[in-house]
């Protein structure tokens, strides 16, 4: 059983910002498998964003890939030219933006906005679309959906424009979902059915998810295995369990532990992230630096 083939497979992936040779990925490896959610976390800058948006074909023009490789189903996404990349990543990955308000277009209804990447991407026909849209808001428990696929954005809660976004991601059946800080902008109260909603769909679709987050509240909630990040590199991997134990091969994963409020622990008291770690952190990032850079190598 285990030798099931991962959906998403990374492998050693470094990547740069061209135009000062700052790294912002170094060396990252993970795998996610079919039915289960693979959390990505660390502060904010560590590279999440970047990684998620490596696979999605949606890095910045800045930034370019400068060794690894991502497979997705098996397939290397090397070895597909651009145009049989977006039409296979079309297909088999979609991503949960943050903010669902300025994912959607103010101007546009929301039907067009839910059936256009599939009319116009996967050449569906209109009627077979709109189709699939009612039964997929249906499916996030949005009620009178004929009514809200005329609606305007602006005419939808938060909740609602978010529900509309994970049922969008849903439409193609996608292998992989990246959803990146998909409850970040939402009210506390509506970030918890949100939450709920996300898991009750992947584990309804047995899709493979890669779930960006600073929140270890929602790792706990969510995920079934984490990576957590440090200025772009893995500086821990391991199972949800492990991770809270409190015993983790990297000291900076215990510390974002200790820096996070626990419902379970009311005496907890929230320790900041010691001095000593960042530099454990930043000596390991150069002596990272100095392998790549070749100048470890004689
Ligand atoms: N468009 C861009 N051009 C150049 N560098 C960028 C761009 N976007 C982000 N970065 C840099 O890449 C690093 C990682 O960013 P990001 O993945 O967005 O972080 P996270 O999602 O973990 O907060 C940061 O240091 C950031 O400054
Ligand atoms: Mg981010």
Redesign the pocket.
């Known amino acids: 059983m285990m030798s099931e083939r991962p959906c998403l497979e990374i492998n050693n992936l470094s990547a740069t ?1 061209n135009h000062v040779g700052e790294r ?1 990925l170094r060396s990252v490896s993970l795998s996610v498998y079919r039915g289960e959610v693979h959390g990505l976390v ?1 502060e ?8 998620g948006k490596a696979v999605a074909g949606l890095l ?1 023009r ?2 370019k890939i400068i060794e690894g490789s991502i497979t997705l189903e098996g397939i290397s996404l090397d070895d597909l030219d651009e145009k049989g990349r977006r039409h296979f990543l079309g297909e088999t990955c979609a991503v949960i933006p943050q903010d669902p308000l300025t994912s959607l277009n103010p101007c546009r209804r929301i039907e067009p906005q839910i059936t256009d990447r599939l009319i116009k991407t996967l050449g569906w026909k209109k009627t077979k679309a709109r189709s699939r849209a009612l039964e997929l808001l249906e499916e996030v428990h949005i009620r009178e959906p004929k009514r809200v696929l005329r609606a305007y954005p602006h005419e939808l809660s938060g909740g609602m424009r978010q529900r509309i976004l994970i049922a969008s991601a849903f439409a193609t059946e996608p292998k992989l979902i990246i959803a990146d800080e998909p409850t970040t902008a939402l009210d506390v109260t509506v970030q918890k059915q949100i939450l709920k909603l996300i898991k009750e769909m992947e584990e309804r679709h047995g899709t493979a998810m890669l779930f ?1 987050t600073h929140d270890m509240g929602v790792v706990a909630k969510i995920c079934k295995n984490v990576s957590v ?1 440090y200025a ?1 590199k893995v500086v821990e991997q391991t199972d949800v369990m492990s991770l809270f134990s409190g015993k983790n091969n990297h000291p900076y994963a215990d510390a974002l532990i200790e820096a996070t409020p626990r419902y379970d622990k009311p005496d907890h008291s929230l320790v900041p992230v010691d001095v000593s770690i960042n530099q454990i952190l930043a000596s390991e990032i150069l002596e990272a630096d100095k392998i790549w850079k070749g100048v470890g190598n004689d």
């Open positions: 910002v912002v660390g904010s800058g560590a590279g999440k964003s970047m990684i910045p800045a930034v960006v990040l772009g």
